[in-house]
C-alpha cells in the first residue's frame, strides 16, 4: 500500500493538532467535493439530448437504490475516521469490517458509487452518462489497483 503524504509526515495533524481533527478536516473536504463532482455531473446531464431507448426509470432507480446501498452501509459500517482515511492518521480501527457491504465487495463505496452514476443516467436517459458513468468506473479501477 503506498502511504499518504499525511502518513508519513503529519501535516494535517500539525495544523489541526490531533490526528482526529485532521481526519475530520480531510473528510470534510473530501465530502464535499464529492458533492461539487455530483453537481457538475447532474449538470453535465441537463445540457444532453435525451434518448429514449436508455430512458430505463426501473432499472436506474434500482441501480441507484443498490449503490446508495452499499455506500451508506459502508460509511456506517465504517464510520467517520474509517471512511475517510483515518488509517493515514494513525488511526486504525480495532478489526477488519467483514460484515455487510464487505462481505459482498471489498470497495462497495467505489461500486456503489459507480451504480450511483449509471442509475441516474438510465432513470433520465442520458447517453452521456453511461460514457461519464465508464469514466468514473475506470478511474476507480485504477484507484484499486494503486490502493492495494
Not at 430505463?56 to 456506517?76: D, E, H, K
Not at 442520458?126 to 476507480?140: M, P, R, S, W
Amino acid at each position: 500500500m503506498r502511504h499518504s503524504v499525511e502518513y508519513r509526515n503529519h501535516y494535517l495533524t500539525r495544523i489541526f493538532g490531533s490526528p482526529y481533527s485532521g481526519c475530520y478536516f480531510l473528510a470534510v473536504t473530501i465530502f464535499t467535493l464529492g458533492i461539487a463532482r455530483d453537481h457538475v455531473y447532474q449538470l453535465a446531464l441537463e445540457d444532453q439530448p435525451y434518448y429514449a431507448p436508455v430512458h430505463q426509470p426501473i432499472l436506474g432507480g434500482a441501480l441507484f437504490a443498490i449503490g446508495s446501498v452499499l455506500v451508506l452501509s459502508s460509511m456506517y459500517a465504517l464510520g467517520v475516521t474509517g471512511t475517510y482515511l483515518g488509517d493515514y492518521f494513525g488511526i486504525l480501527m480495532d478489526a477488519p469490517v467483514t460484515g455487510f457491504p464487505f462481505n459482498v465487495t471489498g470497495s462497495p463505496m467505489y461500486w456503489g458509487s459507480t451504480l450511483n452514476f449509471l442509475g441516474v443516467a438510465l432513470y433520465k436517459g442520458k447517453v452521456a452518462g453511461i460514457f461519464l458513468t465508464a469514466e468514473v468506473f475506470i478511474l476507480y479501477w485504477f484507484a484499486l489497483r494503486w490502493e492495494e
